[in-house]
């Protein structure tokens, strides 16, 4: 990765400068980690679960009711 700093008079650096696709790849791994934490947070509640599929169902449901 290629990594420029902005700085200023003094010579301290109070930016960095990073290429688009640099910060698109930063932001797609921020998120995966945020859904991992949010995960593993969910996991420590120990709160009854429901499949996958039966969560769509049931929003699914809920949409079209609410229309």
Not at 11 to 17: D, E
Request: aromatic share 6%; glycine share 2%; charged share 40%.
């Amino acid at each position: 990765m290629e990594t420029q700093f902005l700085t200023d008079k003094k010579g301290k650096k109070t930016a960095v400068l990073i290429s688009i696709k640099e910060y698109n790849k930063l932001m797609r791994d921020l998120e995966e980690l945020e859904d991992i934490r949010l995960y593993d947070e969910a996991k420590l509640l120990n709160e009854p679960s429901v499949p996958i599929d039966d969560a769509f169902r049931i929003i699914e449901a809920k949409r079209k009711s609410n229309n």
